[in-house]
């Protein structure tokens, strides 16, 4: 199978040279671990891609899918409408903010950011008004797609593709050092009365090593945007479901976006699906007997009832007192490991919100994607049957919900054990 997979498969962010090498075959998956034919148990501590908030093979996710595939497995969604759909956004809008009323289904985390990128630009053409500049965040990454490509940074994710992406102002992300320059050139962008949208990653910057940002800077930046009437974007696909200790990220904000883009640990990761919800003022103005003010927008896959079931079932865990429970300790778990290690000579950042650990690495290369100590740290784990898949010289840990301590522990000290060595 690894000879047929070298000879056909492609696979993603992997350079090529690297693809003609093994990839390691998992053959079947629980709890926190992958399983192996030759016998290794591999702690997935990054929940495959941030997706896995359950631990792998549930089996509770496991029967509502095997009972959905049964019953309806897919039908198209313009002019039909069926039980898992309208379940999950009853579920979603029953812990989104108050300020949110509506629910548009897609099928991942890149699509759920063009939605909302489209759908608030539509809504300024829809009402005649020319708000044309969009606002990011410098470092930003929002996924693959080329509207999301355009609001994240340009770096080389997006370099073969600069020529044929839209403009776009950034501002630096917000530090204690350099907050007030970035409010007034935020505000001074903002006082053209040409911008439209803002979007951003609300207190977490995931691709981009694990920045973390203040919450109370955020709030400004939203309280500006809002009183020069800017459409507020939160792609939370990261920071959603707990993953900084709140359902959202924006929870620890006062104010509040207009539109919030929902992905990865919607379904547990059994499912892929994409959310994108907003405020009523964004659907009222599509509100029209001509069609070219509908949003015509949508996929073959829209809230597939697979995917609706299973989130459904993925949200009714995450709320029962023991997926909480687990998630706290986490977080304390990763608090107290942070004072034990925190004046450590290898390490020249090290940061936790909720369930996310970082640990920046010093280095003599600088701190982005292509370090060279990538390679070295994910090879390393690896050897230790931990999967942690490191962004540059950032190491980060955001593990299934379902982790054990002595897991953890586990982890903690293979970490410990390579910052000895660097």
Same mark, same amino acid.
């Given at each position: 199978m690894i000879d047929k997979d070298k000879e056909i498969v492609w696979h993603p962010f992997t350079p090529q040279h690297e693809n003609s090498s093994d990839n390691i075959f998992i053959e079947r998956a629980e709890g926190v671990y992958l399983h192996t034919p030759d016998g290794r148990k591999i702690i997935d501590a990054i929940s495959s891609w941030w997706v896995n908030i359950h631990g792998h093979s549930n089996p509770r996710i496991a029967k509502t899918l095997w009972e959905q595939a049964n019953t309806l497995e897919h039908v198209i969604f313009a002019g039909f409408t069926h039980q898992p759909a309208?379940? /999950? $956004?009853? +579920?979603?809008?029953?812990?989104?903010?108050?300020?949110?009323?509506?629910?548009?289904?897609?099928?991942?985390?890149?699509?759920?950011?063009?939605? $909302?990128?489209?759908?608030?630009?539509?809504?300024?053409? +829809?009402?005649?008004?020319?708000?044309?500049?969009?606002?990011? /965040?410098?470092?930003?990454?929002?996924?693959?797609?080329?509207?999301?490509?355009?609001?994240?940074?340009?770096?080389?994710?997006?370099?073969?593709?600069?020529?044929?992406?839209?403009?776009?102002?950034?501002?630096?992300?917000?530090?204690?050092?350099?907050?007030?320059?970035?409010?007034?050139?935020?505000?001074?962008?903002?006082?053209?009365?040409?911008?439209?949208?803002?979007?951003?990653?609300?207190?977490?910057?995931?691709?981009?090593?694990?920045?973390?940002?203040?919450?109370?800077?955020?709030?400004l930046m939203l309280k500006i945007a809002k009183k020069h009437n800017v459409i507020c974007i939160a792609d939370e696909v990261f920071t959603g479901f707990y993953r900084t200790g709140k359902f959202l990220a924006s929870n620890y904000l006062s104010e509040q976006p207009d539109i919030i883009a929902l992905s990865k640990g919607i379904t547990g990761g059994t499912m892929p699906l994409g959310v994108t919800v907003c405020v009523q003022k964004i659907y009222d103005a599509y509100l029209s007997t001509e069609m070219s003010?509908?949003?015509?927008?949508?996929?073959?896959?829209?809230?597939?009832?697979? $995917?609706? $079931?299973?989130?459904?079932?993925?949200?009714?865990? /995450?709320?029962?007192?023991?997926?909480?429970?687990?998630?706290?300790?986490?977080?304390?778990?990763?608090?107290?490991?942070?004072?034990?290690?925190?004046?450590?000579?290898?390490?020249?950042?090290?940061?936790?919100?909720?369930?996310?650990?970082?640990?920046?690495?010093?280095? +003599?290369?600088?701190t982005e994607y292509t370090n060279p100590l990538r390679k070295k740290i994910y090879e390393y784990f690896l050897t230790k049957d931990i999967l942690l898949r490191p962004l540059g010289n950032v190491i980060y840990l955001v593990p299934p919900y379902v982790i054990t301590k002595d897991e953890l522990k586990k982890i903690y000290q293979t970490i410990l054990e390579f910052l000895n060595l660097v």
């Open positions: 309208i379940k /999950l $956004a009853e +579920n979603l809008l029953s812990i989104l903010p108050e300020n949110i009323k509506k629910v548009f289904y897609s099928d991942n985390g890149s699509t759920a950011n063009e939605v $909302a990128i489209k759908m608030a630009i539509q809504y300024w053409h +829809n009402l005649g008004i020319k708000k044309k500049k969009i606002v990011a /965040l410098e470092g930003a990454y929002h996924g693959d797609t080329f509207g999301a490509m355009a609001v994240g940074d340009r770096n080389i994710f997006t370099t073969p593709f600069t020529d044929y992406l839209f403009e776009v102002a950034f501002v630096d992300l917000p530090t204690k050092e350099n907050q007030d320059h970035v409010i007034n050139k935020f505000e001074s962008l903002l006082q053209t009365g040409e911008v439209g949208i803002f979007i951003f990653e609300p207190l977490v910057q995931g691709a981009a090593g694990m920045r973390i940002y203040d919450s109370d800077t955020l709030d003010k509908a949003f015509l927008h949508g996929h073959s896959y829209t809230a597939n009832p697979l $995917a609706c $079931a299973v989130a459904n079932t993925s949200f009714e865990i /995450l709320m029962e007192k023991t997926c909480q429970a687990q998630i706290q300790e986490i977080a304390a778990c990763h608090q107290e490991f942070i004072k034990g290690i925190k004046n450590h000579q290898a390490i020249l950042n090290i940061r936790a919100l909720g369930t996310i650990l970082a640990i920046e690495i010093r280095s +003599n290369e600088k």
